[in-house]
């Protein structure tokens, strides 16, 4: 598989200036066949599993609400977010591939790329803060 | 419903063309606008620390 490369997309803190995030372009396909391009997703090796704000899932899924709903749990103490897990078809360097992904019973979530049946199907390198290359 | 803080972005091509909070509606514009180009969805996220 040949490599893709991201670079790193400088984002506002808030705190310490500009910080640069590991945002990558993906695919995602609907239920009713249809690819959609998502730029802007974090590439997060801390992520058990993949996430998506409600209003994309909603494009995706007839009705969200029917995948198995669980509470996730962040690093952030007492946070919960209410979640349904959907299978869903990603593409990302012409590998296809249907991952377990969370689709958050909220839109204050960014779009996570997770590991299971997700980063850990590449070999993801970060490159100093700069790049982040699937192959 | 709660209040959507993000701002969608939708790009033809990699031209940000679009910009609002009701995705759906946005998309239905886009895909009638920019007929037979490549469309993407983004986000402007409010600032802020990021611990995922």
Redesign the interface.
């Known amino acids: 598989m040949p490599k893709k490369s991201f670079d790193y997309k400088d984002c506002d803190s808030g705190i310490f200036g500009r910080v640069k995030r590991p945002l990558i372009s993906i695919d995602v396909k609907s239920s009713n066949g249809e690819w959609i391009h998502l730029r802007d997703v974090l590439a997060d090796t801390g992520a058990d599993i993949s996430i998506l704000p409600r209003d994309i899932g909603e494009i995706l899924v007839e009705d969200i609400t029917r995948g198995r709903t669980i509470e996730l749990r962040g690093i952030v103490p007492y946070a919960k977010l209410i979640v349904f897990i959907h299978d869903i078809h990603f593409r990302l360097n012409d590998k296809e591939f249907t991952a377990p992904t969370a689709i958050a019973d909220s839109n204050d979530v960014i779009p996570i790329l997770g590991r299971t049946k997700g980063l850990d199907l590449f070999e993801v390198i970060f490159e100093k803060g700069k790049k982040t290359s699937f192959s | 419903m709660?209040k959507?803080?993000?701002e969608?972005v939708i790009?033809a091509e990699d031209k940000p063309v679009l910009k609002g909070k009701n995705?759906?509606k946005l998309?239905q514009e886009a895909k009638i606008k920019y007929k037979g180009k490549?469309?993407?969805?983004?986000?402007n996220?409010p600032?802020?620390?990021?611990?995922?």
């Open positions: 709660e959507n803080t993000y969608y790009y995705l759906k998309l490549r469309i993407a969805i983004s986000w996220a600032e802020g620390i990021l611990i995922a």
